[in-house]
């Protein structure tokens, strides 16, 4: 555990999900594998439509409507919505063949392995104090089996913009009725998590699961309050 800031009390702490409370790579992989294989087999048109094609129609969304960004299940929804309309399906058709092949991912999506260390750390902490989960991302806590801990869970898109962006952040203390300065963020990514968090006001905690040195990392921009390469650790701070 390094200190880069003085620690103030800690009255909440949020939570961003991925890489942080767990490994995401392998189940990203698979999920990224099974949907786009779930989208080839809807229609005999999109046999041949390869990762690249669908990366395309992703951009060509992007850049049409640029807020998307911030929704990153509606974004993978509307990017296979695209293509099934390309292919010649009704409107209606191929906003139900999104539906499908949504639910595709996120079956995948949930097969999360949640490690023991997290479970006896959230265990440990929300005895002491509120928990809430910020995720840019789409994995669902109560798919994974971790809901229980969070008093609110905070996704981007229905709940606000993408962090770095603060309204999530500000949405927990708001909700939690806690000032941003007594609520410790915790999370992988230095600028999403680390730098956004600071520049609310919050306390961040950085955890460096890969051994990386702080230093030595461009997109760290800001220094957290915190580093700590094993989510126990947080158990020593309350
Ligand atoms: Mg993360």
Redesign the pocket.
């Known amino acids: 555990m390094r200190f880069y800031r003085p620690l103030r009390a800690i009255k909440a702490i949020t939570f961003?999900?991925?890489?942080?409370l767990y490994d995401?790579s392998p189940v990203i992989r698979k999920t990224t594998d099974e949907s786009h294989a779930a989208l080839q087999s809807y229609h005999p048109a999109l046999r041949e439509f390869t990762m690249l094609d669908y990366q395309i129609l992703r951009d060509e969304l992007l850049s049409r409507e640029p807020d998307i960004y911030h929704d990153v299940s509606e974004w993978r929804r509307r990017s296979v919505e695209l293509a099934l309309l390309n292919v010649g399906l009704s409107t209606q058709e191929a906003t139900a063949g999104s539906e499908e092949i949504m639910s595709v991912f996120h079956h995948w999506r949930s097969q999360v392995e949640i490690p023991e260390e997290t479970h006896r750390t959230l265990q440990a902490l929300v005895k002491k104090v509120p928990l809430v989960a910020i995720?840019?991302?789409n994995a669902r806590p109560e798919k994974l089996g971790i809901s229980d801990y969070f008093q609110f869970t905070f996704r981007a898109g229905p709940h606000g913009r993408a962090k770095p962006y603060k309204d999530m952040y500000y949405l927990a203390a708001q909700m939690l009725s806690i000032v941003p300065e007594y609520i410790l963020h915790v999370?992988?990514?230095l600028r999403?998590?680390v730098a956004g968090a600071v520049c609310c006001g919050m306390q961040a905690c950085w955890i460096n699961l890969r051994g990386d040195n702080l230093m030595h990392i461009d997109e760290a921009r800001l220094l957290p309050h915190v580093e700590i390469s094993r989510l126990l650790s947080l158990t020593l701070l309350l």
Not at 16 to 20: E, K, N, Y
């Open positions: 961003d999900l991925d890489d942080t995401n995720t840019n991302g999370g992988d990514d999403t998590d």
